[in-house]
Structures are given as structure tokens and as C-alpha cells.
């Protein structure tokens, strides 16, 4: 089946400090991948819709300029936190339709990287 | 986005069937009938989807009611590994749509 792989599945970086979290699809091509955010108890909250070769689109209230994404390719989406600071530790989780199966539209996640920030 | 009602919290007993209730008054005609499903520290997984029949696969069944308003995931024997947050999601089945997660079901399994 369809796998997505994130990396890294832990961060712990300085306040200030930039981190980029990695998402892939391993065997399949994803035009589409979803990038969301969970705090401690709390459900997921999408972030942004990345689409392969075009600008990301990002939900009311995320700021685009401090949470960068590039999908530069079919099997590679990424989310740049910019200037890290403690409100930004959270749950990153990521996600992505296979292209050759969207009539399923059924999404298939990462295992999530989580980020502390100090 | 039609929205659904789940419970907060469900036990059930290990090794017995597991009903896991969502209301969805305001599906449309296009919405499929969603579930994924979240282990601790882990991304979501799907679990199974539906459009107006009944529905089964290796990890569960879709029971949907015959209005469409409610649907019920079934679970046939739980075990310890299916404890996890259980969320029911409208979706169309087709394009690209976003999926909004809900507060979900937190499954606890009693051993």
C-alpha cells in the first residue's frame, strides 16, 4: 500500500532557529500533500494544501512566511519553521493522495515529526 | 464542510465488538462517509470509507444508516492495538479536498 515518510520524527532545536521537516511518498506520486498540526490532546488542524509546482495554499491564521512549503516534486513536499519558538513545539503530520488512486480520495499519512523548541 | 457528532470517549472490553457511533445530519449527496483512525504519537491511518451500503475489509466494518444521517464503525474483536482516537470525516470522493478532522472518538480497550 501506500507509505508517506517524514523526517525527522523528532526535532529539538534553539528558539530562533529554522527547521525543515521532510515529507515523502515511497511509492507513489502525490500532485497533493497536506500539512497539518496537533497539540497535546487536541485534534489535527490543517495547516496548508501543497501542491506540486505551485504555491502552497494555507489555512485562515497560519502565517505562510514563518511556516515555508516547497512540493518541488511529485514525491517531495517540505515545511520550513522559520525562526522557531516555543509556541511552535507541536505534532507536524503530513499527508498525500496517490495520484493514481484519487478516485478513492483516500489519504495516506506520515508518521509525524514532532518539534521542541527550547 | 457538513459536519459530524462523535462521542468523546468509549471503552470497551478486549477481545469484544466495539460499536463507534458518528451523526452526520447535514451529509450531502456527495460526501462519502470517512474513518481514520489515530494510535498514540502516531499519524492517522484509514480505517474505511462508504457511500450509502454496508462495507467491510480487513480492519472493520461501515454500517451506514439507510438516510444517511448516521453511520457506525464496527469493530469485531477489539484488541489492546485498536485503542486509539477514531474519527469520522465527510469527504467527496473526488478532487483534491482537504480533510477537517473533529475531536474524534478516544477508543480505551480494557484488557
Known amino acids: 500500500g501506500a507509505v508517506v515518510s517524514q523526517h525527522p520524527s523528532r526535532v529539538i532545536c534553539k528558539s530562533g532557529t529554522s527547521v525543515k521537516i521532510e515529507c515523502r511518498s515511497l511509492d507513489f506520486q502525490a500532485t497533493t500533500m497536506f500539512w497539518y498540526r496537533q497539540f497535546p490532546k487536541q485534534s489535527l488542524m490543517l495547516m496548508a494544501t501543497s501542491n506540486e509546482g505551485s504555491k502552497a495554499t494555507y489555512e485562515q491564521g497560519v502565517e505562510k512566511d514563518k511556516f515555508l512549503i516547497n512540493h518541488a516534486s511529485l514525491t517531495l513536499s517540505t515545511l520550513t519553521v522559520t525562526s522557531a519558538h516555543p509556541e511552535d513545539s507541536s505534532f507536524y503530520i503530513c499527508s498525500a493522495r496517490d495520484r493514481a488512486n484519487s478516485g478513492a480520495n483516500v489519504l495516506t499519512f506520515g508518521a509525524g515529526s514532532r518539534l521542541t523548541v527550547l | 464542510d457538513a459536519k459530524t457528532t462523535q462521542p468523546n470517549s468509549m471503552e470497551s472490553n478486549e477481545e469484544e465488538p466495539v460499536h463507534l457511533p458518528c451523526n452526520h445530519s447535514?451529509?450531502?449527496?456527495?460526501?462519502?462517509i470517512h474513518w481514520y483512525r489515530q494510535l498514540p504519537s502516531q499519524g492517522p491511518e484509514y480505517v474505511i470509507h462508504g457511500l450509502t451500503s454496508n462495507v467491510n475489509n480487513r480492519m472493520a466494518s461501515l454500517a451506514i444508516a439507510e438516510d444517511r444521517k448516521s453511520s457506525t464503525l464496527i469493530l469485531h474483536r477489539a484488541t489492546l492495538r485498536d485503542a486509539a482516537v477514531y474519527y469520522c470525516?465527510?469527504?467527496?470522493?473526488?478532487?483534491?479536498?482537504?480533510?477537517?478532522f473533529g475531536t474524534g472518538t478516544r477508543l480505551t480497550i480494557i484488557p
Open positions: 470525516i465527510l469527504h467527496p470522493n473526488f478532487g483534491n479536498e482537504k480533510l477537517t
Open positions: 447535514t451529509i450531502s449527496g456527495t460526501d462519502y
